[in-house]
């Protein structure tokens, strides 16, 4: 099982690295390396909402699965699904990413504020897969399909935040239990935001060795 998992995942990378190397030129092994571990995240986010396993509890098994399938016995399927895709998600990733040699202070302190708030708030909120997994698929429908794991984090966070910037923990679970609606509603007016804003959106932190160490983080459009 294990011999055939890793056959099927190196499979798969060698798809996902042919595919960006059609789009990206010279790239070198350690760029590739990076820009394929988010390509093949959001390749399987992407299959997933297009097969129907969003909302499965083991929708990225599922989709790989599906992936290797399709791979193996049906060519022509994964052609026509990495075709459509690679085409925006080249677009995207240069649209959105933008690579630096150091924070921005600013960022680093609002993130920090961020993260105090909602450590002890996220593992008690009951929906938050859900939430994440809806706000997966609202940013594919609508084409981000560039580091969607990254922006849909970033997105219910934010989404949590705004109730948890003010409260104590416990009325934000509470809140959040009694409404999941907000939620629900401020996730699908950040992506309209998200959809309109045209600028960088994900920033990487490199070395001057390019990737060897890296942060990504979430610009802040709103």
């Known amino acids: 099982m294990f011999t055939r998992y890793r056959r099927d995942t190196a499979l798969y990378t060698n798809l996902i690295n042919r595919n960006i190397q059609k789009k990206f030129d ?45 791979i193996e016995e049906e060519p022509l399927r ?33 993130e920090q504020l961020l993260n105090q708030k909602l450590s002890p708030v996220i593992p008690r909120i009951k929906n938050y897969n859900w939430f994440r997994r809806f706000t ?47 939620v629900i509603e401020e996730i699908v007016s950040r992506v309209k935001e998200l959809k309109a804003f045209k600028g960088n959106l994900v920033v990487v932190r490199l070395n001057p060795k390019f990737f060897e160490e890296r942060r990504e983080r979430l610009v802040e459009w709103w």
């Open 78 to 110: 994964i052609d026509a699904l990495l075709s459509e895709w690679i085409d925006v998600w080249s677009w995207k990733w240069k649209q959105r990413v933008k690579l630096v040699l150091q924070d921005d202070p600013s960022m680093v302190k609002a």
């Open 26 to 70: 010279n790239l070198s092994k350690t760029e590739l390396e990076f820009m394929s571990e988010v390509a093949r995240a959001d390749f399987i986010n992407f299959v997933m909402v297009e097969e129907g396993f969003l909302y499965e509890e083991n929708g990225e098994e599922l989709a790989f699965d599906a992936i290797i399938y399709y």
């Open 136 to 182: 997966l698929g609202s940013l594919i429908n609508v084409n981000e399909v560039c580091f969607t794991n990254l922006l849909s984090d970033s997105i219910v966070k934010g989404a949590l935040f705004k109730v948890a910037k003010t409260l104590p923990p416990d009325k934000v679970v509470e809140i959040i239990e009694k409404n999941p609606m907000f």
